[in-house]
């Protein structure tokens, strides 16, 4: 017992050490018993610095001069500002001073690490504590709220055709040599690879003029050197604070430095923002080039993920806070939190409230919807200002098939090359190949064919071999690469994978092979497989050994990709709405997701030392497909529309996206949803807005909206005044008082209108703003199941930047509990198409019969 109480106090110390040359500090306190301490965000009530952009509301800074908001930011025709860098006016270091005091009063004596101090988004630290201490903290007067630190994790060569960029929104953005130019956007994620061409600032013969509004910087690190960065990749960070504190840092894996050691980070900021053109080569084949969606916008990295663990509330918050105030124009979050954050209302938590101040700082924030579908409610990103993104399929496709014997197709998945010309060859499963020296016959694993010395080299050369794909590949213990490497070293003349009957419901994506190969994902073709494999073997009557491997097959290769019309169609992984309001999963009155991207099967950047998707280690492209992949389609899709209106608001970013998607699949049917993990083509309908939000997005029309519904940041301020008992919550966080607030979701100013319960009848009302010249508009409706609607006015003209008021008036004609959808479509006489999705779920009548 004193050995391990010894290691404990020895680990304590190495965790302080590291924090000290982490934090920059001479001096580190660290906790003399770690048994209940633990990393708690406290936020004061003071309001931070942001909330005094543009506001007559004064701060003192350590200068001792009061200073305006006038001086952090111009205000746009929307009332938003720009955002613009502000650490220099000091309130950094007062701040920092103030909450360094308060420390020391309330815990004297005691104890304690300060991880983090906020100012710029919240006003509050970070801080590793005891209950007891943190108890303390929490009754001081000036402190608002005490919040335990929760964990958070993760959740394209041919998209730009597909969402018309090249003939579209590129070309009236000047070609891709301008795309994004002077945009900003900011990626909180596991980090970048900097020796990646997609961030590369010598691509373009257009050179890359860094914005005078950012600020940002680049730490130097060994895995990180001077010149990592460039005016292409202009700021890099990381944050690893929290995770340090419980001392499952791993500075060799994870990488003390903004360097990606996952890939993840390195993927989803070159969908964004890559450069135009980079050929994509994986295991020796090459699919084409690869292009970000605004290829010419800068990209800066807040390192807050990492490979072992995920992340922390804490040091996400940072990183939000840093890409707030050096300047960024858009952040990306492709990630999500592990668990709904308790409390009053999930919109009460650090990350969301950081990033309701960075939409007050002008920022649009677009979250990843999160990969728990397709259950209801299973949305990870949950408030108005936050625009979330949900995962589509495109309509490119990679597949490949073996063909049997027996004139059996089966299709299958595999970015492989095919055997020659259809030439047949000999089948044999690597369990009727083992060695004369393997031992353990019985040993299931053995065909995985992870070891090229139990098998027989006579048996296999020349063959193809048959392996099996069991649970131990979806966890990681064996790969294809490895029995891609066994059949290289037995000179098989390709690799044939059978799913394992115990893998149920997992989604294979295709995985690059050098060599002939195919993964048959479906376990009933499986069975045919190896049903006609087994009836083809002839065997010794008396010893019952094989004697003669009678089944063959050809592989068709998987190298060229097919096209669908079906597409997009949402994927089943990608989460669903309605959102739910707080901790006891009650119905909100707003729609998530608000759009869908495309977000399966993206080939985009890796990092070289990436380990996320072990098939991909080594290349420099990977193909991945996840919520995580979608978000950043809108990240840069968003810096086409910051670039063509510099002075649009968050809001009326995501309005022009939100009304301007497509509702459409290829074919002009309806856009479907993917409703089960198993075999989730055989399992779908029709797409409703709690799928798809408003719909598959649309950048090309979206730079020509025609109406904005812009909402500001007091209205979002009344939404969480509305919240019964959220006064107190909003005091403490925005140090605003709210009043009498009767305004809820339905009444905020957005592209859609959903409401929870319908008692009878509601009016709504949604205000619209024309960004375009003069132009006449007809209102048409479909209202839906249950509910007869109606609009006014029916038509309206309206002149350049000038609003509109449209009335809304909802009445319930049944009682239902299932949820059901129309939509309102305005219609211009210059072309503009605006669509607003209707969701009403809880249906009461006036006829109701009490019993």
Known sequence: MRGMHLRKHLMVAVVCLLLGLFLSRRVVLCQEDETDSAVYIVTLKQAPAVHYIGDDLKLESEDGIRHGGGAYGTLNKFNKPRNRNISRSGQGSYLNRVHDSLLKRVLKGGNYLKLYSYHYLINGFAVLVTAQQAEKLSRRQEVANVVLDFSVRTATTHTPEFLGLPLGAWVEEGGPELAGEGIVIGFVDTGIDPTHPSFSDDISEHVFPVPEHFSGICEVTSDFPSGSCNRKLIGARHFAASAITRGIFNASQ?????????????????????????????????????????????????????????????????????????????????????????????FFNPIDMALLSAVKAGIFVIQAAGNTGPSPKSVSSFSPWIFTVG????????????????????????????TDNGTMYTLVAATHALSNETTGVNNMYLGECQDSSSLNRDLVQGNLLICSYSIRFVLGLSTIKNALETAGNLSAAGVVFYMDPFVIGFQLNPTPMAMPGVIIPSPDDSKILMKYYNSSLKRDETSKNIVTFGAVASISGGLTANYSNSSPKVMYYSARGPDPQDSFLDDADIMKPNLIAPGNCIWSAWSSLGTDSVEFRGETFAMLSGTSMAAPHIAGLAALIKQKFPNFSPSAIG??????????????????????????????????PFDMGSGFVNVTAALDPGLIFDSSFDDYLSFLCGINGSAPVVLNYTSQNCGVSTLNATDLNLPSITIAKLNQSRTVQRTVTNIAMNESYVVNWSPPYGVSVSVT????????????????YFNATMNATAASFGRIGIYGNRGHSVNIPLSVIFKISSNITNS
């Open 254 to 346: 994870d990488y003390a430095s903004p360097f990606d050691g996952d890939g993840h980070g390195s993927h989803t900021a070159s969908i964004a923002a890559g450069n135009h053109g980079i050929p994509v080569i994986v295991a020796g084949h090459p699919f084409g080039n690869a292009s970000g969606m605004a290829p010419h916008s800068h990209i800066s990295v807040y390192k807050a993920l990492y490979k072992s663990f995920g992340g922390f509330a804490a040091d996400v918050v940072a990183a939000i806070d840093q890409a707030a105030q050096d300047g960024v124009d858009i952040v990306s979050l492709s990630i999500t939190p592990n668990r709904r954050p308790p409390g009053l209302a999930t």
């Open 391 to 418: 995962a589509a399929a495109h309509d490119r496709v990679y597949s490949n098939s073996l063909i049997l014997g027996n004139n059996i197709t089966i299709l299958g998945t595999g970015l492989a090359p095919g």
């Open 655 to 688: 309005s022009a996206l939100s009304t301007t998607a497509s509702l459409y699949d290829r074919q002009g049917g309806p856009i479907m949803a993917q409703r089960a993990y198993s075999k989730p083509d055989l399992n779908q309908t029709p797409a409703t």
């Open 793 to 808: 006015p029916t038509h309206f003209f309206i002149a350049s930047e000038q609003t509109q008021i449209l009335t809304v």
